[in-house]
């Protein structure tokens, strides 16, 4: 046996890169509709303003899962389709969608993973400082409010917040993330702050209001990654260590989310250059922060590889010309997806989903018309091995959720990365399932037998 029996077989998707209806049926704008409407920020100049139109064609896609024998599903709302400012009123027609979403998925026997923010930020809420303001956090945990009290009958599994490091990170150090700020280092340290603490509050939100018991995660990136060259104790600890290092830029190393989360403190800082950064913040916060949860949902995509030197110090080897890339330039590295979680367990002793996992390729409909990606299913099967390692050696993965379920509008690299089990065309909205959809078909009806 591959996988354990209940092993969860999804795909992922997130709100703004399917959904389109940017304006529809009382939609507010949110950051990335804002950025996505000025030039020269998105390849292309695409926006999501019609992405996949998993807005008006939920029940294609749902017909598209229901082939697929999917047994989750892992989407995100957006804030400002529920409060179209951000605060205030409940635009109802926003929370419908969902609701009938979550209803069309349980009939389906398909399980809802919900996250409550996939990097919309609310134009509004930027505009009383986003993240840079610490309201945001009282903020976020009403919006979290009344999406679970609307859902929670009926939906069980619930991630906060996806990678901070990006809509942080990339979108206020002018990393080409929405809204595309550039500021200072110490706001930075300030607005991650802002960020778990906005967590911490869900996560108090989540279980006060829930019906179904809730079953919680958070998802940070989880690129900061090393495995091992070689099995050897000396190369696993070095990469053990550099994995978790919060080094000089430390906001780009999960330990920064993960730390204060789960281990109720920042990671070590001494000695480094931010050091005097950091926000003083409020005595309780840190309890705010590290409220229990369920999971660690973890997107991975490749992994560093590096070796220990003489003192054990983690040297990240070079990646020789022509190393196996995938279209976004990501290196083909499926040993990730088994020292990631094994590394993330030793460290935190959670349970663990992969939530997001998979590579963009240069998918075209053939002259039979159909599209063959047989890179896609190579890379699946790669990974999908290593993770089977890791699930015999009792770390409990309770699950895998392939990013994503169709093409989509890959933020600042617009429509030019084919990430789907299933084509778009974003002419006509057809779909078409790839190659690689019917083969992770079989995988889930085998529950991985075939690997
Ligand atoms: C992320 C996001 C996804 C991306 C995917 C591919 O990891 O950046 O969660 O929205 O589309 O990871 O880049």
Same mark, same amino acid.
């Given at each position: 046996?591959?996988?354990?029996?209940? !092993?969860?077989?999804?795909?992922?998707?997130?709100?703004?890169?399917?959904?389109?209806?940017?304006?529809?049926?009382?939609?507010?704008?949110?950051?990335?509709?804002?950025?996505?409407?000025?030039? %020269?920020?998105?390849?292309?100049?695409?926006?999501?303003?019609?992405?996949?139109?998993?807005?008006?064609?939920?029940?294609?896609?749902?017909?598209?899962?229901?082939?697929?024998?999917?047994?989750?599903?892992?989407?995100?709302?957006?804030?400002?389709?529920? =409060?179209?400012?951000?605060?205030?009123?409940?635009?109802?027609?926003?929370? #419908?969608?969902?609701?009938?979403?979550?209803?069309?998925?349980?009939?389906? /026997?398909?399980?809802? $993973?919900?996250?409550?923010?996939?990097?919309?930020?609310?134009?509004?809420?930027?505009?009383?400082?986003?993240?840079? /303001?610490?309201?945001?956090?009282?903020? !976020?945990? #009403?919006? +979290?409010?009344?999406?679970?009290?609307?859902?929670?009958?009926?939906?069980?599994?619930?991630?906060?917040?996806?990678?901070?490091?990006?809509?942080?990170?990339?979108?206020?150090?002018?990393?080409?993330?929405?809204?595309?700020?550039?500021?200072?280092?110490?706001?930075?340290?300030?607005?991650?702050?802002?960020?778990?603490?906005?967590?911490?509050?869900? +996560?108090?939100?989540?279980?006060?209001?829930?019906?179904?018991?809730? +079953?919680?995660? $958070?998802?940070?990136?989880?690129?900061?990654?090393?495995?091992?060259?070689?099995?050897?104790?000396?190369?696993?600890?070095?990469?053990?260590?550099?994995?978790?290092?919060?080094?000089?830029?430390?906001?780009?190393?999960?330990?920064?989310?993960?730390?204060?989360?789960?281990?109720?403190?920042?990671?070590?800082?001494?000695?480094?250059?931010?050091?005097?950064?950091?926000?003083?913040?409020?005595? %309780?916060?840190?309890?705010?922060?590290? &409220?229990?949860?369920?999971?660690?949902?973890?997107?991975? $995509?490749?992994?560093?590889?590096?070796?220990?030197?003489?003192?054990?110090?983690?040297?990240?080897?070079?990646?020789?010309?022509? @190393?196996?890339?995938?279209?976004?330039?990501?290196? +083909?590295?499926?040993?990730?997806?088994?020292?990631?979680?094994?590394?993330?367990?030793?460290? @935190?002793?959670?349970?663990?989903?992969?939530?997001?996992?998979?590579?963009?390729?240069?998918?075209?409909?053939?002259?039979?018309?159909?599209?063959? %990606?047989? &890179?896609?299913?190579?890379?699946?099967?790669? @990974?999908?091995? &290593?993770?089977?390692?890791?699930?015999?050696?009792?770390?409990?993965?309770?699950?895998? =959720?392939?990013?994503?379920?169709?093409?989509? !509008?890959?933020?600042?690299?617009? @429509?030019?990365?084919?990430?789907?089990?299933? $084509?778009?065309?974003?002419?006509?909205?057809?779909?078409?399932?790839?190659?690689?959809?019917?083969?992770?078909?079989?995988?889930?009806?085998?529950?991985?037998?075939?690997?």
């Amino acid at each position: 046996m591959k996988f354990p029996q209940n !092993f969860v077989w999804g795909a992922a998707s997130s709100s703004y890169q399917v959904e389109g209806a940017y304006d529809s049926e009382g939609k507010g704008m949110s950051v990335w509709d804002v950025y996505t409407h000025e030039p %020269d920020h998105i390849l292309n100049d695409d926006t999501g303003d019609e992405a996949c139109d998993h807005y008006g064609r939920f029940d294609t896609d749902l017909r598209i899962m229901q082939e697929l024998k999917l047994k989750a599903y892992r989407f995100s709302i957006s804030w400002p389709r529920i =409060f179209p400012e951000g605060f205030g009123k409940i635009n109802e027609k926003g929370m #419908d969608f969902y609701d009938r979403m979550v209803d069309g998925l349980l009939e389906n /026997n398909i399980v809802p $993973y919900i996250t409550l923010f996939h990097w919309e930020l609310p134009y509004g809420l930027y505009l009383k400082g986003g993240w840079l /303001n610490r309201d945001i956090a009282g903020y !976020f945990a #009403d919006y +979290v409010t009344a999406v679970v009290s609307r859902l929670s009958d009926r939906v069980q599994f619930w991630i906060t917040e996806n990678e901070p490091q990006c809509y942080i990170g990339a979108a206020l150090r002018g990393g080409g993330h929405a809204p595309g700020l550039k500021v200072g280092e110490r706001d930075i340290f300030l607005a991650a702050h802002h960020s778990l603490l906005a967590h911490g509050y869900a +996560v108090e939100a989540i279980r006060k209001t829930a019906k179904l018991k809730p +079953v919680i995660g $958070y998802a940070p990136a989880s690129w900061h990654l090393w495995s091992p060259v070689t099995e050897c104790e000396a190369d696993i600890e070095a990469c053990r260590r550099e994995t978790f290092q919060a080094g000089d830029n430390p906001i780009g190393v999960t330990s920064w989310w993960l730390d204060p989360v789960i281990l109720g403190k920042y990671p070590e800082t001494k000695g480094y250059l931010y050091e005097r950064y950091l926000p003083d913040f409020q005595e %309780d916060d840190m309890r705010v922060i590290s &409220q229990p949860i369920d999971f660690i949902g973890m997107n991975v $995509y490749q992994t560093y590889r590096g070796k220990a030197d003489a003192e054990g110090n983690c040297i990240t080897e070079k990646n020789g010309p022509g @190393y196996a890339r995938t279209n976004s330039g990501w290196t +083909v590295t499926p040993e990730a997806l088994y020292w990631g979680p094994r590394f993330y367990y030793e460290r @935190y002793h959670k349970k663990l989903y992969i939530t997001e996992n998979g590579l963009s390729n240069q998918d075209w409909v053939c002259m039979d018309g159909k599209v063959h %990606d047989p &890179q896609r299913i190579d890379f699946l099967h790669r @990974y999908l091995l &290593q993770l089977s390692r890791e699930v015999n050696e009792e770390i409990p993965v309770e699950g895998y =959720f392939h990013w994503a379920l169709t093409d989509n !509008f890959e933020w600042a690299s617009g @429509y030019s990365n084919r990430f789907g089990l299933v $084509y778009t065309d974003f002419e006509s909205q057809n779909r078409i399932i790839k190659d690689s959809g019917r083969w992770y078909r079989q995988v889930i009806e085998s529950n991985g037998e075939i690997l």
